[in-house]
């Protein structure tokens, strides 16, 4: 059994009150290590290592504070093979996935915001009156990330990269259901030297830990990444106190399909953008709008696709689905298929909870697609998380657009067609932060990220998240 530990000041230590929770392996369902429940007294700690940090760490320059985090980012390059496996076995994401993706991106994320600050410029402003005005960024100070479990350590370095780099100390919370990489990461931010108090990551519940960080009076900004019912919480409770908020929420993200588009690019990319890490990515296309000419062509490929796309344990070699992550969380998705069919959907593939030999105790699922749905119902409406898609017919770009545009959300889109118009007249109407045309997933991180609506407020991505983490001062002389 693995025990977790806090990283606080530099340190691995134990909770304060010394209590831990049980952590699973949802490819097996079984507990196999224990995370500290950590509460207010570790956060304050924390508080305290990364205040005390933050004058050091801001006033170290640039070009040191790079190379302390490209030595952490090529570290996690060389211990890739590790950390994709504790990342599959955390999650139950296929190990593949995890390989290709998850650790991967976490490097270029460190490496990323570690090189941008090197760029970084700030502006002037000149007055004929004889005045010039100049910006200065300053850090924040201590600020808060707190991150989901569908990609662990790739959207945990996402926020504490910029954050860092930008030269903010930070008190980070990864989620209770998947701690195992951020434990792995704060030994490999020991190896390379990053200085005491500059990250500490207390884990534990959102609801104490995650709170704690929130209600921190010395806690100047939070970067949040979850669902939208934790984001309103979090937002409110952080006004109470002015600080400033990033919060990237849930989605419920169309996936049009024109009948002019390339259909085997479609495709395929449509397989991955529906059942991705078991359809566990806030940019999953749940919902697939089929104009009608190509609609019965598009069912019948999909399906027959979908008849080789084999669950299985995170670490046999032809899985292409893995475990959900918790058991409740399974449950909530079967729920949702149950809620589609008493909507009058009908379900075309899958529904079901799967039995895989030898991880007979594991949460797998089929991937599932239903049909029959008024886009306005609430399987089509509430974001389900999980590896399933609803397929509805359209005939024109306004009746799809008002099918798409229906929800809550506005997090991602996806279009595909051949025609350019098309293309951008979709682009201009879709509320969304995110459109991809042609394409899904496909991501330059200088590009702005994030969603309109319940899906979020604010973007993250190049140096918008750097500004985020300063506050700019104005400096006037005259001459
Ligand atoms: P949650 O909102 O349940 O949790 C996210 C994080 O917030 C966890 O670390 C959680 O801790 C913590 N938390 C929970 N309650 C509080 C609280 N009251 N105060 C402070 N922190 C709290 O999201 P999930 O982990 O279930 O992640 C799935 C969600 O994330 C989906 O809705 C998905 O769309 C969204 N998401 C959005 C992305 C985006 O970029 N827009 C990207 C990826 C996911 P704990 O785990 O202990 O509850």
């Not at 990342?87 to 490496?111: C, H, Q």
């Not at 860092?164 to 919370?173: L, M, Y």
């Not at 106190?241 to 049009?256: A, D, R």
Request: with cysteine; glycine share 8%; net charge negative.
């Amino acid at each position: 059994m693995i025990t977790i530990e806090n990283y606080i000041n530099g340190e691995l230590v134990a909770p304060f009150e010394g209590k831990y929770i049980d952590n699973y392996n949802p490819s097996k369902g079984e507990v196999y290590s224990q995370i500290p429940n950590s509460q207010k007294e570790d956060v304050d700690l924390a508080a305290k290592a990364a205040s005390d940090a933050f004058p050091g760490w801001s006033k170290t320059p640039k070009n040191k504070r790079s190379e302390i985090l490209v030595r952490l980012a090529d570290l996690i390059d060389k211990n890739l093979d590790e950390l994709a496996r504790a990342e599959a076995l955390d999650n139950g994401k296929p190990y593949k996935l995890a390989t290709r993706v998850d650790i991967p991106r976490a490097s270029a994320n460190i490496r990323f915001f570690a090189t941008a600050i090197l760029h970084d410029a700030s502006q002037s402003h000149h007055m004929e009156e004889g005045f010039t005005n100049y910006t200065l960024n300053h850090p924040l100070g201590v600020v808060g990330a707190i991150s989901p479990w569908n990609l662990p350590l790739y959207l945990f370095t996402w926020k504490i990269a910029p954050a860092i780099a930008s030269g903010c100390t930070v008190i980070a919370k990864p989620s209770e259901v998947t701690p195992m990489t951020a434990y792995l990461f704060s030994k490999l931010c020991i190896e390379a030297g990053l200085p005491k108090g500059v990250l500490n990551i207390v884990h534990g519940l959102g609801a104490h830990a995650g709170d704690a960080i929130v209600s921190h009076p010395k806690v100047k900004a939070i970067s949040f990444t979850g669902g939208t019912a934790t984001g309103r919480i979090i937002g409110r409770k952080a006004a109470e106190s002015f600080k400033k908020t990033s919060l990237e929420l849930g989605g419920k993200n169309p996936n049009i399909i024109f009948a002019d588009c390339d259909f085997d690019a479609m495709l395929n990319t449509t397989l991955h953008s529906s059942f991705a890490n078991q359809g566990q990515i806030c940019l999953c296309g749940s919902r697939i709008f089929i104009q009608k000419p190509i609609y019965e062509k598009f069912k019948k490929a999909f399906l027959a696709k979908l008849a080789n796309h084999t669950v299985g344990n995170p670490f046999d070699e032809g899985t292409k689905m893995g475990a959900l992550v918790s058991k409740d969380h399974l449950e909530k998705v079967l729920g949702y298929v149950k809620l589609a069919q008493e909507e009058g959907g009908k379900v075309l593939f899958g529904g079901n909870q799967l039995t895989v030999e030898g991880s007979e105790n594991g949460y797998y699922m089929e991937p599932t697609v239903i049909e029959g749905l008024d886009f306005n119902c609430r399987t089509n409406q509430e974001e389900i998380f999980g590896p399933v898609v609803t397929l509805t017919p359209f005939e024109t770009e306004e009746e799809v657009l008002e099918y798409a545009n229906s929800t809550e959300y506005g997090l991602a889109a996806t279009v595909w067609t051949e025609n350019l118009t098309t293309a951008q007249r979709m682009s201009q109407e879709l509320e969304s932060g995110i459109v991809w045309i042609n394409c899904w997933l496909v991501r330059d991180l200088r590009t702005p990220f994030g969603g309109v609506k319940n899906s979020g407020l604010g973007r993250e991505g190049g140096f918008r998240a750097l500004e985020f983490f300063t506050e700019p001062k104005n400096v006037c002389i005259k001459y």
